[in-house]
C-alpha cells in the first residue's frame, strides 16, 4: 500500500477513536428530575400562575404533563446536537461566579469559539430560544403550539435548577460517584415524592428570559459539593446503594431537593407568565 494512502487510513482511524472516545465519556440522556419530577414541576407550576392565565394551563394541564419529556423522547435525543441544549458546565469557565462566560450568545461565541460553547453547554441560552418561541405562538394566537412549547420550555427551565445539569461531574465521574445524577434528581422524587412540602412562590415577571437562566445555573450549581458529600456520606457503610442509603441520602439531601423543584415550579410559572405578557397579554382560550 502507497505511503500516502496509509497514512490517511491512519489519521482516519485516529480521528474515529477520538469521536468513539467522546461519545463514551459524553453524558447519556440528559433528564433532569425523572420523569416524576419534570411533571411534579409542572403541575406545581401551575399553580403559580395568576387567574388571568392559569385557566388555559389548568385545561392543558393533562397535555402539558405528557409532553414536557418530548425533547428527550425526539429521535435526536441522543445527538451530541440535542445533548448540549440540556446542560452547561460551567466549571471550564474558571472559579464562581464564572465571568469568563459572556451571557450574550454572539460576545461568548467571539470570545471563547462556537465548538467550546457547543461543548460545554448551551442550556441558559436554550431556555432564552424556547421563552421568545413561546411568546411569538402566543402572539400570533398559535394555540396548539403554545402548548407544544409551554412544555419543552418546562423541560429546560426545570434543568437549570438541577446542580447536576451545571456541572463537568454530571453524572458522578469525577468524583468516583457514577449515577449521582440519576440517584439525587430521579430515584428520590420517586421513592420520596409524595412527603415532599413543596411550597413554590407566585409566578413573577422574568426582565430577561436567558439571564435569568444563567442566575438559575449558578444557583444550582452552589449545591453540588453539599449533594456530594451526602451522597458519600449516605453510602458509608454500605455495599451498595439500598433501602437504607436512600432514607440517608434523603434524610440529609431532601432540603435542597425539595427547594430546586420549588425553584423549578416558580421559574417554569415564571417563564409562562412572562412569555404572556410580553406578547401584550392576549387573550387565552380555555
Same mark, same amino acid.
Given at each position: ?71 428527550? %423522547?425526539? #429521535?435526536?435525543?441522543? &445527538? ?9 458546565? +460551567?466549571?471550564?469557565?474558571? /472559579? !464562581? ?63 437549570? %435548577?438541577? #446542580?447536576?445539569?451545571? &456541572? ?9 460517584? +457514577?449515577?449521582?445524577?440519576? /440517584? !439525587? ?102
Amino acid at each position: 500500500m502507497p505511503r500516502g494512502i496509509c497514512k490517511q487510513l491512519v489519521s482516519k482511524v485516529a480521528a474515529l477513536l477520538v469521536v468513539a472516545a467522546l461519545c463514551a465519556f459524553a453524558p447519556s440522556r440528559a433528564q433532569a428530575w425523572g420523569r416524576s419530577g419534570q411533571k411534579l414541576v409542572v403541575s406545581q407550576a401551575i399553580d403559580t400562575l395568576p387567574p388571568e392565565i392559569r385557566g388555559y394551563f389548568e385545561a392543558n394541564r393533562s397535555f402539558l404533563l405528557q409532553h414536557v419529556s418530548d425533547p428527550l %423522547d425526539a #429521535p435526536t435525543a441522543k &445527538t451530541n446536537a440535542d445533548r448540549r441544549n440540556h446542560y452547561l458546565y +460551567l466549571d471550564k469557565y474558571g /472559579r !464562581f461566579p464564572f465571568e469568563a462566560l459572556p451571557r450574550n450568545y454572539k460576545a461568548a461565541v467571539a470570545k471563547l469559539g462556537k465548538w467550546k460553547l457547543e461543548a460545554n453547554g448551551l442550556l441558559p441560552w436554550q431556555v432564552g430560544v424556547y421563552s421568545q418561541k413561546l411568546t411569538e405562538a402566543m402572539k400570533a394566537g398559535h394555540w396548539e403550539e403554545v402548548k407544544v412549547d409551554a412544555a419543552i420550555l418546562a423541560l429546560y427551565v426545570g434543568e437549570t %435548577d438541577d #446542580p447536576f445539569h451545571t &456541572t463537568d461531574n454530571f453524572d458522578g465521574k469525577l468524583s468516583g460517584q +457514577l449515577g449521582i445524577d440519576e /440517584r !439525587f434528581g430521579t430515584t428520590l422524587v420517586d421513592r420520596f415524592s409524595s412527603f415532599f412540602p413543596m411550597r413554590p412562590n407566585d409566578a413573577a415577571y422574568i426582565p430577561d428570559p436567558t439571564d435569568h437562566a444563567f442566575e438559575d445555573c449558578l444557583s444550582s450549581h452552589s449545591w453540588i459539593e453539599n449533594v456530594l458529600l451526602a451522597d458519600r456520606n449516605a453510602h458509608l457503610g454500605l455495599a451498595s446503594y439500598t433501602d437504607e442509603f436512600y432514607d440517608r441520602f434523603y434524610n440529609l439531601s431532601a432540603a435542597i431537593l425539595i427547594r430546586q423543584l420549588s425553584n423549578a415550579a416558580t421559574d417554569t410559572g415564571s417563564y409562562w407568565l412572562t412569555a404572556w405578557i410580553n406578547a401584550g397579554k392576549p387573550q387565552l382560550p380555555h
